[in-house]
């Protein structure tokens, strides 16, 4: 019994790192993003992409600081423009996100348009 007990729990284990490695954790976390920029308004087809760009290329503790953006945001209101956005992000005081943020903004919206 216990051998049995074993044996399942190392196969769940390698499943849920094979999971992992074959982007698993990057599909989830793409698509919460994308609902969340779609909840925003901004296009699905952007947000799709958005949502797959941010994910490869921001890190977990980079798209939490982003979500507490989003709070602050909400306290104020949402942006009424671009400049008004660009100057929220600049509160997250880290210069890859907004550089990541910025650019697939601009790629998604040219290749989604």
Do not use: H, N
Not at 4 to 24: E, N, P, Q
Not at 82 to 97: C, K, N, P, S
């Amino acid at each position: 019994m216990r051998k049995t007990v074993i044996i399942l729990v190392v196969l769940a284990l390698v499943g849920i790192g094979l999971w992992g490695y074959f982007g698993g954790f990057e599909r989830v976390t793409a698509a919460r993003i994308e609902s969340a920029l779609v909840e925003r308004g901004v296009p699905q087809p952007v947000a799709a992409c958005m949502g797959t760009r941010l994910s490869e290329r921001l890190t977990i503790g980079q798209l939490r600081e982003l979500e507490r953006m989003r709070v602050r945001e909400k306290e104020a209101g949402l942006p009424t423009s671009t400049v008004e956005f660009l100057e929220r992000l600049r509160t997250v005081e880290d210069a890859e996100i907004i550089e990541v943020v910025g650019s697939s903004a601009a790629i998604c919206a040219f290749s989604a348009g």
